[in-house]
């Protein structure tokens, strides 16, 4: 009997990252998120992302999937530096610098893996660049003997939890804002219905 296989998207991937708040992930729906509600979901999912690249194979054979953990981790990473940037606490901004500073100082680091910072403290990937160093390069930065990213995982915990506090403490959220987020959650629903069914399992590292 032949074996189907499904190729699952790179959204498939990063709804997994943002399991606790996979609304957080889509940028028209953030708008919809109350900041602290952001700020955890993000940081949340930086911890994830950061676990996963520790734990990932860097060979050749694993190209896609390396690629793809990446990605991912440069997404979550800039949606946490707006989250962050946008927080009313003062430990918040700080730890924003805190994350923004450690990432700057291993500014050679990332450019010798097609990885930039902008001027708003972004990342933004080269993937020719990337595709052209060795699994060995990108697991020294990514792997898990890696400084930066053992701190960044640090960093996005210490977030999480600021974040959580805040969440606790914040006033109740009005009716138009659950309609708003309800909306978006039985608008992903569907989408993710139709779209990935639960079974296969292979990889498709989609642009």
Same mark, same amino acid.
């Given at each position: 009997m032949a074996t189907t296989t499904i190729s699952y998207s790179y959204d498939y991937y990063l709804r997994s990252i943002y399991s606790s708040n996979r609304f957080a992930r889509k940028s028209e729906n953030r708008?919809?998120?109350?900041?602290?509600?952001?700020?955890?979901?993000?940081?949340?999912?930086?911890k994830k992302i950061t676990e996963?690249?520790?734990?990932?194979?860097?060979?050749?054979?694993n190209a896609s999937e390396v690629l793809t953990d990446v990605k991912m981790? +440069?997404?979550?990473? *800039?949606? !946490?530096?707006?989250?962050?940037?946008?927080?009313?606490?003062d430990e918040v901004a700080r730890l924003q610098k805190q994350i923004t500073q450690l990432t700057k100082d291993h500014k050679d680091e990332l450019e010798s893996l097609?990885?930039? +910072?902008?001027?708003? *403290?972004? !990342?933004?990937?080269?993937?020719?660049?990337?595709g052209e160093c060795s699994p060995s390069k990108i697991k020294r930065f990514f792997g898990k003997d890696s400084d930066y990213i053992s701190s960044i995982r640090n960093y996005s915990l210490r977030a999480k939890r600021l974040a959580r506090r805040q969440v606790e403490t914040a006033p109740e959220?009005?009716?138009?804002?659950?309609?708003?987020?309800?909306?978006?959650?039985?608008?992903?629903?569907?989408?993710?219905?139709?779209?990935y069914p639960e079974n296969g399992s292979t990889f498709d590292a989609k642009s």
């Open positions: 708008s919809t998120i109350t900041n602290k509600e952001l700020v955890q979901a993000d940081s949340d999912a930086m996963k690249l520790r734990d990932l194979e860097y060979s050749s054979d981790f +440069i997404e979550t990473y *800039n949606n !946490l530096i707006s989250s962050t940037e946008e927080n009313s606490s097609g990885i930039s +910072i902008n001027s708003s *403290n972004k !990342l933004t990937l080269d993937k020719s660049k990337f959220e009005t009716s138009e804002t659950k309609n708003k987020t309800t909306q978006a959650a039985e608008s992903d629903l569907l989408q993710s219905l139709l779209a």
